[in-house]
């Protein structure tokens, strides 16, 4: 599965999917990414790639064609889902994450800025819009990595044995390791009694309790 992104910062993308569990599931070979700086596609000498929208208002909205010239040279297979981030898409969840990591062979992420993406690239690209959060950021770098994070996850060997396991039975966000008793500042803080009779069934149940959603 290959991950585009579309971006007037590349080195925020680049920082995240050089660490970690992303960086492992591309040197798997499992994962791909390609970084693309929508300036590259600018004729403006100035490189810019932002106008003042029609209709007035503040701010300033990304202008389409460097965006489409970008998208244009892509190297995609056949199964394509072209994601535009915004505050008002569809709420992104795992369930979805798992579907896509099933479904398709490319995901295009459109990183916007200031007051978003000329419209016109959504209609011509049919691209679906994501929100991964009922708040505003201040663009699409963060919304898209959180969401190729969240897929790759979903992608068959990209955990290993032991955290896909881990996925399988019920994650609580209720995690202790050692010490057994947590002395700090004159207090103990021991870790539950359940989670070390090795009671499997209770601890699935206590864990099934601790779940926030
Ligand atoms: N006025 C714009 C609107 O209501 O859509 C807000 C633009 S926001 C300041 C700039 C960019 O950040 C958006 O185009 C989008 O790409 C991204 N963004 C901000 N919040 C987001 C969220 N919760 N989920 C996904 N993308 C978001």
């Known amino acids: 599965m290959k991950f585009h992104f579309l971006t007037i910062f590349p080195e925020m993308i680049n920082a995240y999917i050089g660490e970690a569990m992303l960086k492992r599931a591309k040197d798997k070979k499992l994962a791909d990414f390609s970084v693309i700086n929508i300036r590259d596609y600018s004729k403006d000498k100035w490189q810019k790639t932002d106008d003042r929208p029609y209709g007035g208002g ?3 909205v990304m202008t389409p064609e460097p965006i489409l010239r ?9 199964k394509v889902k072209v994601i535009q981030l915004s505050p008002s898409g569809k709420m992104f969840t795992n369930a979805i994450a798992k579907k896509m990591a099933k479904q398709y062979s490319d995901v295009v992420f459109i990183c916007g800025r200031y007051e978003g993406v000329d419209d016109r690239v959504r209609k011509i690209l049919k ?5 991964i959060g009922d708040y505003v950021l201040t663009g699409g770098e963060l919304p898209a990595l959180v969401m190729s994070d969240a897929i790759v996850r979903q992608i068959k060997g990209v955990l290993g044995d032991q955290t896909s396991l881990e996925e399988a039975r019920v994650a609580s966000p209720r995690v202790y390791t050692r010490p057994e008793t947590l002395v700090w500042k004159g207090k103990n803080y021991k870790v539950p009694k359940v989670l070390k009779e090795g009671h499997h069934q209770k601890i699935e149940d206590w864990r099934a309790k601790q779940k926030l959603i």
Do not use: I, V
């Open 58 to 60: 503040p701010g300033m």
């Open 70 to 78: 970008a998208f244009s040279k892509l190297k995609t297979k056949q």
């Open 127 to 131: 691209a679906d819009e994501y929100s």
